[in-house]
Antibody, heavy 119, light 106 residues
Framework: EVQLVQSGAEVKKPGDSLKISCQGS????????IGWVRQMPGKGLEYMGI????????RYSPSFQGQVTISADRSITTAYLQWSSLRASDTAMYYC????????????WGQGTLVTVSS | DIQVTQSPSTLSASVGDRVTITCRAS??????LAWYQQKPGKAPKLLIYKASSLNSGVPSRFSGSGSGTEFTLTISSLQPDDFATYYC????????FGLGTKVDVK
């Protein structure tokens, strides 16, 4: 069974750094792209970027380029999303997603990690 | 950027109703459109991709149609489990989601 299990909720202050994780299991981790999708409170879905763990090829949505860093560790089948300096506007639910094998759609989703940034 | 606009934003319906949700793209996206269902407090679930292909395990009462700039998601007979928010996603250029259509109880 394919599973994406994300790290737990975080409460941070503006200016803090943060790295959240997403562990994949039940499939060949290096053969599928893994991405991140943001959902701000009460709002819709925003695609942030994606990584191919097989060769670490990483692509960002223009809206998020330079704002976050996506990485992966093949040895522990885990993808990461990190910020160097959080802002209050980063408060949101973040989902990791597995890209479908032939289409640029997301067939498996993690349970979400709620990030709250408040002074 | 390609924008996708969903309508309506809210739809009130009863069990057994035929429900149709529309998604319009700001430019032609061929058939590169997907639909997702999200329930409160849960992650979205992929229903349809390439405009009309049903994802594995999705009930056949869900169907998608359209190409170019206009697309529809149809639920042929609304079931209690279908009350949720539905999002379209274009993947012709990067990925953009619509703002969602909430299907609630009439």
């Amino acid at each position: 069974e394919v599973q994406l299990v994300q790290s737990g909720a975080e409460v941070k202050k503006p200016g803090d750094s943060l790295k959240i994780s997403c562990q994949g299991s039940g499939y060949i981790f290096t053969s599928y792209w893994i991405g991140w999708v943001r959902q701000m409170p009460g709002k819709g879905l925003e695609y942030m970027g994606i990584i191919y763990p097989g060769d670490s090829d990483t692509r960002y949505s223009p809206s998020f380029q330079g704002q976050v860093t996506i990485s992966a560790d093949r040895s522990i089948t885990t993808a990461y999303l990190q910020w160097s300096s959080l802002r209050a506007s980063d408060t949101a639910m973040y989902y990791c997603v597995r890209r479908h094998d032939t289409e640029v759609v997301y067939d498996y989703w993690g349970q979400g990690t709620l990030v709250t940034v408040s002074s | 950027d390609i924008q996708v606009t969903q309508s309506p934003s809210t739809l009130s319906a009863s069990v057994g109703d035929r429900v149709t949700i529309t998604c319009r793209a700001s430019q032609s996206i061929s058939s590169w459109l997907a639909w997702y269902q999200q329930k409160p407090g849960k992650a979205p679930k992929l229903l349809i991709y390439k405009a009309s292909s049903l994802n594995s395990g999705v009930p056949s009462r869900f169907s998608g149609s359209g190409s170019g700039t206009e697309f529809t998601l149809t639920i042929s007979s609304l079931q209690p489990d279908d009350f949720a928010t539905y999002y379209c996603q274009q993947y012709h250029t990067y990925s953009t989601f619509g703002l969602g259509t909430k299907v609630d109880v009439k």
